[in-house]
């Protein structure tokens, strides 16, 4: 089974590079972040004709996550349980599929909006480690991928990349990152490739990608059950080199697993 995610930087722009990728790769679920519109305006033809089905929690303009998959699945959450009732980012998608539970998240940057952005940021930490213990103590199988926004260690940003006080990597952020990892979670990229510079975000600014300057800060965290199954982790990426791409590279997971295993 193929698993994957990708923070596209807007889906309308970047709607022929993800069909390409559908095609070449053909994983069988893949996650979505920052699409950057509403539903309406997502290009949900453009996949079905490649034969994957999507589901959008969308945004007007920021955030935005979705889930496009060749196999049967059934949305469990469209927002991440434990958050206020009146939380409107839209950076959570939980779906079932083949008797796992599969997450997409776009964790918030926590950069912007003062003391209280970062707040939020912690927050939303919080309530995802809240439900994956949730899922652990009812022993769901159960992978969490997408946009975390966290270095979990200098060794996952190129030397001169961020500031100690960045969001990213202040150490309230590691903190909790650790907390959730600890609960008995297997980091998918981190297990296979320990110690090697496996980027997954370049900026646009200042010739990050030319000139190699990096972070890792899309993941994927795998339960027991699935950690077991873990072949292959790979962030794609020859797609930051493409024309008009995105600041993010998809990151593929594979796992020793038949669609029907659980």
């Known amino acids: 089974m193929k698993i994957a995610t990708w923070n596209v930087n807007s889906i309308r722009q970047r709607e022929s590079h993800v069909r390409d990728w559908l095609d070449r790769v053909r994983p069988d679920v893949l996650f979505l972040q920052e699409i950057k519109c509403e539903a309406p305006a997502f290009p949900v033809a453009t ?43 839209a950076r959570y998608i939980e779906i079932q599929t083949a008797g796992l539970t599969l997450i997409g998240i776009y964790l918030p940057n926590g950069n912007s909006g003062a003391e209280a952005g970062y707040a939020y940021k912690l927050a939303w930490m919080d309530a995802l480690r809240a439900r994956a213990a949730e899922l652990l103590a009812a022993e769901t199988p159960f992978a969490i991928l997408g946009d975390y926004n966290v270095c979990p260690t200098d060794a996952d940003f190129a030397p001169g990349t961020l500031p100690a006080g960045d969001a990213l990597v202040r150490p309230e952020t590691r903190a909790r990152y650790r907390s959730l990892v600890w609960l008995g979670l297997t980091d998918a990229l981190g297990a296979l490739h320990p110690g090697e510079k496996r980027w997954t975000f370049w900026d646009y600014q200042a010739g990050a990608w030319p000139r190699d300057q990096g972070l890792r800060i899309d993941h994927a965290l795998l339960s027991p059950a699935l950690a077991e199954s873990l072949v292959a982790a790979t962030p794609d990426r020859d797609e930051r080199g493409r ?17 029907d295993a659980f």
């Open 47 to 89: 996949f079905e004709a490649a034969g994957y089905r999507a589901e959008i929690v969308g945004q007007k303009a920021y955030n935005g996550v979705a889930v496009l998959a060749c196999v049967p699945f059934t949305v469990t959450h469209r927002a991440l349980p434990g958050l206020p009732a009146d939380d409107s980012q």
């Open 243 to 259: 024309t008009q791409p995105s600041d993010h590279v998809p990151v593929l997971i594979e796992l020793a697993l038949e669609r």
